[in-house]
């Protein structure tokens, strides 16, 4: 081999990157010491940008095409060599190769909850995860901020990053979009928007933009799960007034059933009152139907009715009450009270068992006794 022979093969004559990975995002021309012949051809493919860089300083910057290199088009670098006329001979650059595609996929999480007040369930901790595509905007921009020297940079490098940005600024984006909790999920994609324009505008002198950004899913502690399955209960019930009387009404038809006799009745002394003090709330509040004009007055007008003695209930270690005794039928057939349930009134020296006070025995004849033993 000759001298020519030998320096040829050590001068580069094309100057390319073909990608075989998913996840690099810059990767550096390695051309081990060997120099750049003046004249040799530079393949920039779809999705790439082809950085030049000469003693830590950036030079020129191709998008995708084929070049010869020559003075004329590496204007930046012959300035930096001091080519001014023309020099032709092989020289020794950096070149860096940007990934310009998007990289879809990036995962997101928020390790700790955000914190957010929420109008109907106060404050609320929610705990929300999803995707987002990254892509490369300003190379150069890239390779001072982030890049630097790395030969390969991945997008594990940068991941941890973006992904504390985004947790960042989810909060903020949660707090000001002035959706309730319940309609998060409606509106999860208006949001990822918000949230993609936001991080564009933040990633900015950095050289990277999120054209796209999922929330797959919001989710919130147990305890407030729970109370949206009673929420949801709640909506399954309807009307709480009919849905009382039904309970009221069944109760009646089981004392009835009951062989007892003067429970029965005292029971359905107890259910009657209760039904008519409900229908009697129901004609007050209007129900959505009309009501009759009022009776003119004759002159003789009955007296007041007495006043009621007023019960109340200790339940799950809580005061509930007061109650009149249509009131307590109402409990006994919701199932709140039962001959266990502590009671009291005005004159009474402590709470006791409703079972032990005898003025209650009629309201409580509808609790069905124990079952024989088998």
Do not use: C
């Given at each position: 081999m000759g001298l020519m022979d030998k320096l040829r093969g050590e001068l580069v004559d094309i100057v390319e990157w073909l990608d075989d990975s998913r996840d690099t995002i810059v990767w550096r021309f390695?051309?081990?010491?060997?120099?750049?012949?003046?004249?040799?051809?530079?393949?920039?493919?779809?999705?790439?940008?082809?950085?030049?860089?000469?003693?830590?300083?950036?030079?020129?910057?191709?998008?995708?095409?084929?070049?010869?290199?020559?003075?004329?088009?590496?204007?930046?670098?012959?300035?930096?060599?001091?080519?001014?006329y023309g020099f032709n001979s092989p020289f020794k650059a950096e070149v860096y190769f940007v990934n310009t595609r998007q990289f879809t996929d990036m995962k997101w999480g928020t390790q700790n909850p955000v914190i957010l007040?929420?109008?109907?369930?106060?404050?609320?901790?929610?705990?929300?995860?999803?995707?987002?595509?990254?892509?490369?905007?300003?190379a150069q921009r890239l390779l001072r901020e982030l890049v630097g020297t790395d030969p390969q940079f991945r997008t594990e490098e940068v991941q941890e990053y973006l992904r504390q940005l985004i947790v960042g600024r989810l909060g903020g984006a949660l707090a000001t979009a002035g959706v309730p909790l319940l309609?998060?999920?409606?509106?999860?994609?208006?949001?990822?928007r918000r949230l993609a324009a936001v991080l564009t505008a933040e990633l900015a002198d950095v050289g990277i933009a999120i054209p796209t950004f999922v929330i797959e899913?919001?989710?919130?502690?147990?305890?407030?799960?729970?109370?949206?399955?009673?929420?949801?209960g709640m909506g399954a019930v309807g009307d709480l007034d009919r849905y009382t009387r039904y309970q009221a009404a069944n109760a009646l038809e089981a004392a009835a059933n009951n062989p007892g006799g003067q429970a029965g009745a005292g029971v359905g002394l107890g259910m009657g009152m209760a039904l008519g003090q409900q229908a009697a709330r129901s004609m007050a509040g209007g129900g959505g139907q009309p009501q009759p004009a009022p009776a003119q007055?004759?002159?003789a007008e009955p007296p007041p009715l007495p006043n009621q003695t007023q019960w109340f209930l200790g339940v799950a270690g809580q005061r509930q009450g007061p109650?009149?005794?249509?009131?307590?039928?109402?409990?006994?057939?919701?199932?709140?009270?039962?001959?266990?349930?502590?009671?009291?009134?005005?004159?009474?020296?402590?709470?006791q068992p409703a079972g032990q006070v005898p003025e209650l025995a009629a309201v409580l004849a509808s609790v069905p006794p124990p079952l024989p033993p088998q």
């Open positions: 390695p051309r081990h010491q060997n120099e750049i012949k003046m004249g040799a051809r530079l393949v920039v493919r779809e999705s790439q940008t082809a950085v030049f860089v000469n003693e830590g300083k950036i030079a020129d910057a191709f998008p995708p095409g084929t070049y010869t290199l020559e003075t004329r088009n590496l204007p930046v670098l012959s300035t930096l060599k001091g080519w001014k007040r929420d109008a109907e369930f106060g404050v609320v901790r929610v705990r929300a995860f999803g995707a987002y595509a990254a892509r490369v905007v300003d309609d998060l999920a409606a509106h999860q994609d208006a949001i990822g899913n919001v989710s919130v502690p147990p305890e407030v799960e729970k109370a949206l399955d009673k929420r949801t007055s004759t002159g109650y009149d005794l249509g009131g307590l039928a109402e409990q006994v057939g919701v199932g709140t009270l039962g001959p266990d349930t502590l009671v009291w009134r005005t004159g009474m020296a402590q709470w």
